[in-house]
């Protein structure tokens, strides 16, 4: 899977539009993007995912660039309960016997504040 | 809502004990996964299940073992629980092929203490 790169750590005003960047410029054609965070003392969840459209959901959109070099996953009001650790994944898709597991590397910490 | 539960939110155990976590999801997912989380390793997966009584091993299988019959429920048993099995311990469920993505849906966590 490749490799992504994302910045330790971010701010962002409450009620604003929090916006993740992460880079992944060694994607290859068949691996999706992926967005997961963690709120302290809690399990992963899942946000969105995308190949090489835009993507929006009732949580964020994800706006993967033309090359698929990179992506951005928008929180476009961003409340306290936001804040979080961000993870973009990269991960090639296939069949389950061989697992399909999540590399979490770092993430990005985002803080809301009001 | 997919709903992924844990026996445990946290468990205090002796060195040498055997341990058993417990996972249950109720979204009829085939998928089942078993993680730890610890401190600057990010997550690291153990063992997965992709059907009833099928098993397979992730990246750290050893040291532990685990256990899938009924589709709903997956448990991961520390045979004989060390200090070094302290860590936060993360159940997930995915279903298979869904649009093309398989995304896993977590459980709370159970973060184990083994003294």
């Known amino acids: 899977d490749a490799k992504t790169t994302q910045p330790t750590s971010m701010d962002c005003a409450e009620g604003r539009a929090a916006n993740l960047p992460c880079n992944h410029s060694t994607i290859s054609g068949n691996e999706y993007v992926y967005w997961y965070r963690q709120i302290h003392s809690q399990g992963p969840q899942y946000i969105i995912h995308g190949l090489k459209n835009n993507e929006t959901n009732e949580m964020a959109s994800l706006i993967i660039t033309e090359d698929r070099k990179s992506s951005t996953l928008i929180l476009p009001h961003a409340t306290l309960r936001d804040t979080a650790v961000y993870y973009c994944i990269v991960r090639v898709l296939v069949p389950m016997e061989y697992g399909n597991k999540l590399v979490f590397g770092a993430g990005t910490i985002l803080r809301v504040k009001s | 809502d997919v709903k992924v539960t844990q026996s445990s939110r946290y468990l205090v155990k002796r060195t040498g004990e055997k341990v058993f976590l417990e996972c249950v999801q109720d979204?009829?997912?085939?998928?089942m996964f078993w993680y730890r989380q610890d401190p600057g390793l990010g997550l690291r997966l153990i063992y997965f299940?992709?059907?009833?009584?099928?098993?397979e091993k992730g990246d750290i299988p050893e040291g532990y073992s685990v256990s899938r019959e009924k589709k709903e429920r997956f448990s991961l048993i520390l045979e004989s629980a060390s200090t070094n099995q302290t860590s936060m311990y993360l159940c997930?469920?995915?279903?298979?092929?869904?649009?093309?993505?398989?995304?896993?849906?977590f459980g709370p966590g159970t973060r184990l203490t083994v003294l």
């Open positions: 979204m009829d997912h085939e998928n």
């Open positions: 997930a469920s995915s279903l298979t092929g869904q649009g093309g993505g398989y995304e896993q849906f």
């Open positions: 299940s992709y059907d009833v009584k099928m098993k």
